[in-house]
């Protein structure tokens, strides 16, 4: 997930970085407190092979801010209403 801009950002103030997760790192602005980034250890490389795939689906998509885009849109499926068609079966391919 990223959000998207025209230009890159340019952050101006002094960072607190830490590590959140074992398996990641966040970001804040030490002036405000303001949330900058979190950079993950995972995803890239999790998989020998994935040429070829794409994102088919998001799901719990109602929690997700306006602000945040995908590189390729798919259709978007509220948490309940992914659980509920993988119940029936109806979960689309």
Do not use: K, N
Not at 56 to 73: K, L, S, W
């Amino acid at each position: 997930m990223a959000v998207q801009s025209a230009e890159p950002p340019q952050i101006d103030g002094p960072l607190t970085v830490w590590q959140s997760a074992h398996h990641g790192e966040r970001a804040s602005c030490a002036t405000c407190g303001g949330a900058v980034y979190f950079r993950s250890r995972l995803g890239s490389g999790l998989f020998d092979d994935q040429d070829g795939w794409t994102m088919t689906r998001q799901i719990c998509a109602e929690g997700r801010p306006d602000h945040y885009a995908f590189g390729a849109p798919a259709p978007a499926f509220t948490g309940w209403g992914t659980i509920w068609a993988i119940l029936t079966g109806r979960l689309p391919r």
